[in-house]
């Protein structure tokens, strides 16, 4: 009997390389399917010896091996053919090559693409797909589809996104897998400033250059046409890894037309700065335009305070305006901050203020149920627009010139509302809790106070998409942070009724659901503008945690930072030293330092003796009660109020500026001018 097994099995080349002991008691039995995949076409040994050692031992039921001949043989030839005996155990013999286990994509971003997967055999069952252990098939997703049953995955207008791992198997046989990995490329985009500047000789000339792109994009510069790099003398130096032409004494003859050039696999970029050196007694009209570049209505801090709002100009620590309380709309008879009854000193309350493309800020009054609406062009506020009550955060959403408010009803947030629209008249009534984040695309989240739920709007129709439950990490949201390497949102989760608080939930915004945790990490979560840096605050632990996000989408493990600062805000500056790298600066809400972290390297320096914050209960809209506001881009200088002053400081050289006095809870800040 068992040399006909054996032969049996040999003269059918079965080519299981993994059989199990299941298989040997169905095969005795005659009952059960059996399922197997063919992984090798070797013969396999352990396989003979489990049978011998269990199968013999077997109480043999009343099927045997000519039941099998009986009834599988269907064309009667008293032979059993491969088919036949394919047949009577419903096996599937299926294949993945060793080397296509794993496979690279790499697209442009905007293209479309098609994965395919490598496993092959007869009577393939059907090819299911996952990104982040969520099955694709199923969730009917716009861009992602898997037409027709050939089991390829197609993907339409690929974005930063969709980048990361994909994996396919037949159902079923979900040990049998393969990995796609998706790689996006980005071309280029360039960025220069100035694009132009005026220059009297003997000044110093700085001319920079931002390209993002992934891969990272190399730089280098033309002038009049002709390479920089030969042309390079004592006074003319690359800087920050070619990034910024820096002229430290500039001659008539330097006067010329820089070019940038931005170079990745996926295309070129570039773009021209000019620079003019003259005599300012020349008034031509380079020079005319760069003075009023520099002296006019851009590149200016505003800051909302108790006696109004003043315009600042940061480099010199001028003061270019001062907008009072009693100070009247345009034409109008309304004042910027009325008095209220009881009242006896005119003062302002401000909560949050945004800016509507160098046009117009928007700044909510919260105990004026208003916001109040300042031309930038005119520096005068012109216009109020009333609001549920307590209008507390403003949010403008540019890629659709929308502006969201969030109102709390009453100080006790009782009755939150949230008012989208240019105009802030139509509104829509959702309970939420603190904050709305309408980023990337079309999307947004709202949080709700003390549900362990994010909500998905739709931005455009302003409408609920779906509910994201995060019950089971026992999660309710208190902020979350967005990059577009690999399309995560990180999560903070409120404390729980015993203080402790559960590790951020990372969410894949392409399927829209939970991948898990993010390792041990708690606290607030915030993204470097390239999406390349996640940086989480933890006050409780004094701990600032950095992650780098690869362009490839991989979360990488995290560096500590040991603080005692208790951070309250932070801003993100472009690395004026380093090419794609950003610095981070971080206000305390408690003491009087600001810390500067290089996310490159780590590097750690400390801004001394700013004076104290705003006192957390005199600050009831938000946690931040010291904000740390950057400039932009190609911005130097950067923002953070005391109680009664308000700092300047240098991003270039990590230094203080200067502080500008009598600015009593100067903590609304906005920034006017290239960005
Ligand atoms: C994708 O899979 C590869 C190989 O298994 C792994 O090294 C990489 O980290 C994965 N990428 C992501 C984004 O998870
Ligand atoms: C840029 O320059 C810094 C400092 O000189 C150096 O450490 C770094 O490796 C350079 N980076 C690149 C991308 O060339
Ligand atoms: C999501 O939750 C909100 C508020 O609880 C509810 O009004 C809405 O109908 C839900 N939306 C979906 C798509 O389930």
Known sequence: CWNILQIFFISFYWTCEKLIIDFCLEFFCCCQSL??????????????????????????????????????????????????????????????PDDQKVSVTTVTVGESTVLT??????????????RNHQNLNSLN??????????????????????MGNYS??????????????????????IRVYPESQAREPGITASLRCHAEGIPSPQLSWLKNGMDIKVKLSKQLTLQANGSEVHISNVHFEDTGAYTCIAKNEAGVDEDISSLFVEDSARKTLANILWREEGLGIGNMFYVFYDDGIKVIQPVACE??????????????????????????????VWSSAVNIKDKFIYVTQPTLDRVLVVDIQSQKAVQTVSTDPYPVKLHYDKSHDQVWLLSWGDMDKNFPTLQVSQQLTSCFNVKLFISCLPFYYRFGLILHKNEPVLHKINLETASYVKNISLWEYNCIPSSVAFTHLGGYYFVNCKPDSTGATQPQVILDSVTDSVIGQNQDITGTPYVSPDGRYLVTVDDDDGLMRIQRISERGEIQEPFDIHTNLHLSDLAFQRSFTEVHQYNVFGSSGRQTDVLFVELSSGKVKMIKSLKEATKSFDWPWSTKNRVMVGSGLFGQYLVTPSRESVFILDGRLNKLNCEI??????????WVGES
């Open 35 to 96: 399922l197997c995949a063919a992984h090798s076409t070797k013969v396999s040994h352990t396989f003979f010896k489990v049978i011998k050692h269990e199968g013999l031992s077997l109480d043999v039921s009343d099927c045997t091996l000519f039941d099998l001949l009986k009834y599988n043989d269907v064309n009667d030839d008293e032979h059993l053919t491969k088919e036949e005996f394919y047949t009577a155990f419903d096996v599937n013999l299926l294949s993945l």
């Open 661 to 670: 006095m009598d600015i009593l809870k100067g903590n609304v800040v906005v």
């Open 141 to 162: 997703l716009e861009d992602i589809n898997d037409f027709g049953d050939d089991g390829s995955l197609y993907i339409t207008k690929v974005t930063t996104t969709h």
């Open 117 to 130: 997967c490598a496993i092959t055999g007869e009577r393939r069952p059907s090819i299911l797909w996952k």
């Open 319 to 348: 003061i270019q305006r001062h907008i009072k309380p009693s100070e009247k709309l345009l034409a109008l008879q309304e004042e910027v901050c009325p008095m209220s009854p009881g009242e006896t000193v005119q003062k302002c």
């Open 168 to 189: 396919c198997h037949p159902d079923g046989y979900e040990k049998l897998f393969q990995t796609h990995i998706l790689q996006v490329n980005v071309p280029p985009v």
